[in-house]
């Protein structure tokens, strides 16, 4: 199965080249947020509203340090610094402003965390800054390699369908769920200027699934 899919993700991956960044250590190390929450691994999932399609996924590792895995995401913040698609500093505002971006008139956002244990957390945080930088388009199909291979959640599929990963992980035993949406612009290009000058508000509302 590994096999095929890696087949048939060379050539995409040759197709659309990837846009690697790599911040220097100090910024690194002085944007590191250790969070006080148990060691987990969250996905987040843009949802489109019109028809339930995923649009994109990430996945937020809490072991040592927290960091977002953004395959080819267009989030970034002057505070932190991003080494092929691993953002640093992910402090609870910056994940405010992470799901505030994403959820928007067209979209909204999926939350779906497990706690796990420190070894599978540590793992995790190890496979995406190995990883590298991610093609357009293949974020699903780097979130999904990358938890497919974590012991317990072997059951994701490999897949490029961000909404087929979701799916999946809500199958999986004590996760917990909560969706934000919001009334932005899909034109969100003004509130990422406003995020990185420090002045953006987060109308982000949420609620758990039912």
């Known amino acids: 199965m590994r096999r095929a899919f890696a087949?048939?993700?060379?050539?995409?991956?040759?197709?659309?080249?990837?846009?690697?960044?790599?911040?220097?250590?100090?910024?690194?190390?002085?944007?590191?947020?250790?969070?006080?929450?148990?060691?987990?691994?969250?996905?987040?999932?843009?949802i489109?509203?019109?028809?339930?399609?995923?649009?994109?996924?990430?996945i937020l590792?809490?072991?040592?340090?927290?960091?977002m895995f953004d395959p080819a995401g267009t989030w970034w913040h002057r505070t932190t610094p991003e080494r092929n698609d691993v953002i640093f500093g992910m402090t609870p505002q910056m994940l405010d402003?992470?799901?505030?971006?994403?959820?928007?008139?067209t979209y909204h956002v999926v939350e779906q965390k497990i706690y796990v244990s420190p070894e599978v957390a540590a793992l995790a945080m190890a496979k995406v800054q190995a990883n590298g930088a991610v093609p357009k388009a293949m974020c699903g199909a780097s979130v999904s390699n990358i938890l497919n291979d974590l012991p317990g959640f072997e059951s994701i599929p490999q897949?490029?369908?961000?909404?087929?990963?979701?799916?999946?992980?809500a199958r999986l035993p004590n996760v917990q769920?909560?969706?934000?949406?919001?009334?932005?612009?899909?034109?969100?290009?003004?509130?990422?200027?406003?995020?990185?000058?420090?002045?953006?508000?987060?109308?982000?509302?949420?609620?758990?699934?039912?």
Not at 15 to 43: F, G, H, M, N
Not at 49 to 55: D, H, P, T
Not at 61 to 67: A, I, T
Not at 159 to 169: D, G, N, V
């Open 7 to 46: 087949a048939l993700v060379l050539p995409l991956a040759l197709a659309a080249c990837a846009e690697p960044k790599w911040a220097p250590d100090a910024d690194v190390q002085r944007a590191a947020y250790v969070s006080p929450e148990p060691p987990s691994i969250t996905l987040y999932t843009a």
């Open 48 to 58: 489109r509203n019109s028809n339930g399609e995923g649009g994109h996924s990430a």
């Open 61 to 67: 590792v809490n072991s040592g340090q927290r960091v």
């Open 97 to 105: 402003f992470y799901i505030d971006y994403h959820a928007r008139e």
């Open 159 to 169: 897949t490029y369908f961000p909404a087929k990963i979701m799916r999946a992980y």
């Open 177 to 210: 769920t909560r969706k934000f949406y919001d009334d932005d612009s899909d034109d969100n290009s003004g509130l990422l200027v406003a995020q990185t000058a420090g002045s953006a508000p987060v109308p982000v509302t949420q609620g758990m699934i039912r």
